[in-house]
């Protein structure tokens, strides 16, 4: 991947260090949106392996930029992932992270969830917390949380794409309607050491310039989160933490 | 639910010399006549003092077709005390003990409230 270009500053990378996503809103054409239509819900490892979706979708310059920032030279295209798809009501999914994911300070692994059909907010868009990246979190525990002050629907127009850093909050938010919303959900690996090799002015590593604190966090916890998000930047950095 | 049989009583004699009784009044009797349940709210505040203002939150209704809802950004207290003075009575407060002081590690978003009020 030495031809990807990273797309991101210093700036945008503490940006994300902070938020735990980037979203790059209707960056796929609707040409390639349409090809999606018919892709059974379930397993999508052939279709996300293709040729087509790799050539239109992984390497898009936006998409792959991101992860070139965040992740380094020679990271891992994806070659496989899932459809989830939703059409009757429901009442949504409750707050979960993924597998095992969340504790830790680093940039391993970016989940993205790609939207071939706009989404709204009756569709049951998929909700994140921004800033929840590392919790690790047991969801049988927390399953009876509710609204979350500062959560996000991402209520989004077609070819939408989010990376999250995996370990993110989420989950299918409530559905009021009967229209199909569709997410095609996949991830990019690290290969290779950190190292600030993202787009920079100087050579001279700059401090993390804090966040805002986000608002569902409490006072020792926007403490706890400027020194998690110093840690994340210092490894991302390559500097010894 | 006396006082509300009661309620319904008055308003239907008023009612009564103007127009005959409906099904819709029979259907609000039988609602008068109902078991007062149980609503359950939680309310995550950030700190275990009631005047604190809130994170997140979960209401629990019985009473409501089960449905699913949209997600809301508007709060439905500011503070718990806010949530006691409009008849909310705490069952739960929470216990610092359980929430763990590590580090920089966390793994909650508040401290936990849980609420009832029987309607």
Not at chain 1, 120 to 143: K, N, Q
Not at chain 2, 10 to 33: F, G, H, I
Request: with cysteine; net charge negative; glycine share 6%.
């Amino acid at each position: 991947m030495t031809d990807v270009k990273p797309t991101m500053t210093d700036s945008d990378v503490m940006d994300f260090i902070a938020q735990g996503y980037v979203l790059l809103e209707g960056i796929i054409g609707e040409d390639f949106n349409s090809q999606c239509d018919a892709l059974p819900k379930g397993n999508a490892n052939a279709f996300i392996s293709s040729d087509v979706f790799k050539k239109e979708l992984l390497l898009h310059p936006k998409l792959a930029g991101v992860a070139r920032s965040l992740l380094g030279e020679n990271f891992r295209v994806p070659d496989g992932g899932h459809h989830h798809v939703y059409e009757a009501p429901h009442y949504g999914q409750t707050w979960h992270s993924d597998g095992l994911s969340g504790s830790g300070y680093d940039v391993t692994t970016l989940q993205c969830y790609y939207y071939p059909k706009a989404v709204e907010i009756e569709d049951g868009p998929t909700m994140i917390l921004p800033g929840s990246h590392c919790r690790a979190v047991d969801r049988e525990a927390i399953a009876h949380y509710g609204d979350v002050l500062g959560q996000v629907s991402l209520t989004v127009p077609a070819g939408t794409v989010a990376l999250t850093r995996y370990g993110i909050w989420h989950k299918a938010g409530p559905k009021t309607n009967d229209q199909k919303r569709s997410m095609i959900k996949f991830s990019y690996y690290r290969a290779s050491s950190p190292i600030r090799d993202w787009q920079i002015d100087s050579k001279e590593i700059p401090e993390y310039k804090n966040r805002a604190r986000l608002p569902y966090v409490t006072e020792v916890e926007s403490y706890r989160d400027r020194v998690r998000r110093e840690r994340t930047w210092n490894w991302l950095c390559g500097v010894n933490t | 639910m006396k006082e509300a049989v009661e309620r319904w009583i008055d308003a239907q004699k008023k009612k009564l010399r103007k127009e005959p009784v409906t099904s819709e009044d029979l259907d609000a009797l039988m609602n008068c006549l109902q078991e007062p349940r149980q609503h359950v709210l939680y309310l995550y505040s950030k700190s275990t003092n009631m005047r604190s203002p809130i994170a997140s939150w979960s209401h629990c209704d019985p009473t409501k077709p089960q449905e699913p809802t949209l997600p809301s950004q508007e709060l439905p207290y500011a503070s718990v005390l806010e949530a006691m003075a409009d008849g909310w009575r705490v069952v739960q407060f929470p216990i610092s003990k359980l929430y763990r002081y590590e580090e920089v590690d966390n793994d909650y978003l508040g401290f936990e409230f849980v609420l009832e009020k029987w309607i």
